[in-house]
């Protein structure tokens, strides 16, 4: 059984502070893909990122940046001089084998002027 | 790029009601899931379809089924729907190949009164 846990239900900064969104994800795959959407306020999931496990380099596209560590099997996104408009919903996702992703609960950012 | 599209962002709807939510993609994709979101649960999945007139449930098919008459169109039917059913409903559609990813639409936000 394939489980994402992010254990951050509501995370609250000041514009400008840098914050990190935690995942972690339990899968008894060898291959898998995990993933982080954004959902803003409008309602729309926007995919951000993929990355599959085999592939531990982290990434960075402008202010965010995605940690992949499968000693620890966490997956965590940081968004570096957070704005107003980065405040949504973010999910993390996992998919395994069956291509059935399993998602996260959400973290919900509030980022405030 | 890839679009999906929900027939409707906001729906109104009585108790007992017959609840017709429909999912138009326009990429040919094969793979389509419904799920519903609620606070504090993330995303859960209803159901979904590799293909035409296939169906597979999901983790919650509890008061739902679906039609995929054609490729581009996938409905998800509530026969009689109930208040607890007030939810927000996101389509989401899947790259066939080697990395899949979903893609989602704008989501549709039912309450059943």
């Known amino acids: 059984a394939q489980k994402v846990t992010q254990a951050q239900t509501e995370i609250s900064v000041v514009e400008k502070e840098d914050v990190t969104l935690d995942c972690v994800y339990e899968t008894r795959d060898t291959t898998y893909y995990l993933f982080w959407y954004k959902q803003p306020p409008s309602g729309e999931l926007v995919f951000l990122i993929r990355r599959n496990s085999f592939d531990e380099q982290n990434e960075i596209s402008g202010r965010y940046s995605w940690n992949f560590q499968k000693s620890t099997s966490s997956f965590n996104f940081t968004i570096t001089a957070s704005q107003v408009v980065d405040s949504a919903v973010y999910f993390c996702?996992?998919?395994?084998?069956?291509?059935?992703?399993?998602f996260g609960r959400g973290t919900s950012l509030i980022v405030h002027p | 790029d890839v679009k999906v599209t929900q027939s409707s962002r906001y729906l109104v709807k009585r108790t007992g009601e017959k609840v017709f939510l429909e999912c138009v993609q326009d990429?040919?994709?094969?793979?389509m899931f419904w799920y519903r979101q609620d606070p504090g649960l993330g995303l859960r999945l209803i159901y979904f379809s590799y293909d035409v007139k296939m169906k597979e449930k999901g983790d919650i098919p509890e008061g739902y089924s679906v039609s995929r008459e054609k490729k581009e169109r996938f409905s998800l039917i509530l026969e009689s729907a109930s208040t607890n059913q007030t939810s927000m409903y996101l389509c989401a559609i899947q790259l066939a190949g080697v990395e899949d990813t979903q893609y989602f639409g704008p989501g549709t936000r039912l309450t059943v009164l």
């Open positions: 996702a996992l998919m395994g084998g069956s291509y059935i992703p399993t």
């Open positions: 990429m040919d994709h094969e793979n």
